[in-house]
């Protein structure tokens, strides 16, 4: 069900609204695209692509590039508690406890991936008293130990990204596995192209961040790739685990939350050389940081999110490669892979993400 802005508007009109929480909608809601009219942003009518987002070469050219596999940190909490009638939400027609919102988002995670990049494996670190019920092809559950709880889970997934990569370099250095670049996400991205062609048109870079124009947290931690060779394994780890040390002296009180991207704003800052005022631009760029080679990719293309994020009010760019489901766009994460699995039209389905990510929903 879409319902336009407009009577939205009406809607929220009719009650009071005196210091209301915002209502939280179980369908998407269409607004206006923003970016209309420029040239190089994607331009809608209703859910319709006017232009097409430009995919690169490398969808139609797989074969020529090194394996990529993505890893992420997942883990379920509160699997044993059933949940009451209120707590369902219904996407389709499907209905989701807690539990199985959080399979659903991870699962869409995978059929964005597997569309866009089949020649990619997703490799799952989890905690491993957590059962996942999830069996796919070219997916891996890799249980690594920690403290997995909601309040150090973000400093959990650093040391899970760095006991994975210490594991990666012992098995490299007795040659039992194929040489692999990985990227490390959130779980709510979809992957709209193939991520392969950055270690091709970048070939210099050890570890690849994203960055925007903010400026207290300029990095998101949502996604971090790092070059398959055993120095980038190396330089990434070390990276990694400069940001680890940081993060436990400095930023613990913001372990719940935003931790991580502040430990690594203060690790990219600390290189007395750096000039932060790149990231004012939507340009990628290299830097030196400590020992690694650094890339660092405009969010607005890696790393895109409606409404938040850069970029954001320009609309999206025709070259956006990740889309990032961030906070309460899970419903429409959900939402727009049932659109596209019915349309197969990938700019179609990124009208519909654009007219849809202001609003909060239900998920």
């Known amino acids: 069900m879409l319902v336009s802005v407009k009577e939205l508007h009406q809607q929220t009109n009719l009650g009071d609204v005196h210091k209301e929480k915002p209502k939280k909608f179980d369908h998407l809601i269409l607004g206006p695209a923003a970016g209309e009219g420029l040239p190089d942003r994607l331009q809608c009518q209703g859910i319709k692509a006017l232009n ?89 559950i890799k249980p690594i130990q920690g403290e997995y709880s909601r309040d150090k889970l973000m400093l959990q997934r650093i040391r899970s990204y760095i006991a994975f990569l210490e594991t990666r370099l012992e098995k490299l250095s007795q040659k039992q596995e194929q040489f692999t670049h990985f990227i490390f996400t959130d779980s709510d991205i979809a992957v709209i192209d193939d991520l392969g062609q950055i270690f091709i048109d970048y070939p210099n870079f050890d570890l690849a961040l994203t960055f925007r124009n903010n400026k207290e947290q300029p990095l998101n931690s949502g996604f971090i790739a790092v070059r398959g060779t055993a120095e980038g394994i190396q330089r990434g780890k070390a990276f990694l685990q400069e940001v680890l040390k940081v993060y436990s002296s400095k930023f613990m009180k913001a372990s719940r939350m935003l931790g991580d991207q502040l430990a690594l704003a203060w690790v990219v800052r600390s290189n007395p050389n750096f000039n932060v005022r790149r990231f004012s631009r939507r340009e990628a760029f290299l830097d030196k940081i400590g020992g690694a080679s650094v890339l660092f990719l405009p969010c607005s293309s890696y790393n895109w999110t409606p409404p938040e994020g850069a970029g954001q009010f320009h609309g999206m760019p025709l070259d956006v490669k990740v889309v990032h489901f961030k906070g309460s766009r899970k419903r429409l994460m959900l939402e727009s892979w049932n659109f596209f699995s019915s349309s197969s039209d990938l700019s179609d389905t990124l009208c519909l993400i654009l007219k849809s990510g202001r609003t909060k929903y239900d998920f």
């Open 52 to 140: 097409k987002i430009h995919f690169g070469m490398s969808r139609n050219n797989s074969r020529s590039i090194d394996p990529v596999a993505f890893v992420t940190v997942f883990t379920i909490y509160n699997s044993t508690v059933e949940s009451r009638p209120v707590d369902l939400v219904t996407v389709g027609n499907i209905s989701y406890n807690k539990v199985k919102r959080s399979l659903a988002i991870l699962n869409v995670f995978i059929n964005f991936i597997q569309v866009n990049m089949p020649q990619s494996k997703v490799i799952i670190l989890t905690d491993p008293a957590s059962e996942l019920p999830l069996q796919k092809d070219m997916v891996t």
